[in-house]
């Protein structure tokens, strides 16, 4: 059974910092790319930031220089460090592994920035 757990959400001041994680079992890890998505109420769901199985990593316009993507494939985990976190970044933040013709989301958790 695949699971995708994702942990580290939880309510910041703007300016402030979170990381969070995500713990994959029952995939072979290495052989998936590793992407974080974010969902605020009453908007698309948007892809934040991607790691592949190579290491390359790419972010949304809006996250680029305050987000970082990183994994560790010795612990099927990929990781979200968010700095500088605006209102705007407020919004359940999904991990979703991916190889061609399979795809896995995990159940989210919930970031929300305010004074």
């Known amino acids: 059974q695949v699971q995708l757990v994702e942990s580290g959400g939880g309510l910041v001041q703007p300016g402030g910092s979170l990381r969070l994680s995500c713990a994959a079992s029952?995939?072979?890890?290495?052989?998936?790319?590793m992407a974080w998505y974010r969902q605020a109420p009453g908007k698309q769901r948007e892809l934040v930031a991607v790691a592949t199985i190579n290491g390359t990593t790419n972010y949304a316009d809006s996250v680029k220089g305050r987000f970082t993507i990183s994994r560790d494939n010795g612990r099927n985990t990929v990781y979200l460090q968010m700095t500088y976190l605006e209102p705007e970044d407020t919004a359940v933040y999904y991990c979703?592994?991916?190889?061609?013709?399979?795809?896995?989301r995990g159940q989210g958790t919930q970031v929300t920035v305010s004074s």
């Open positions: 979703n592994a991916a190889r061609p013709g399979r795809n896995f």
């Open positions: 029952g995939i072979t890890f290495s052989l998936y790319a």
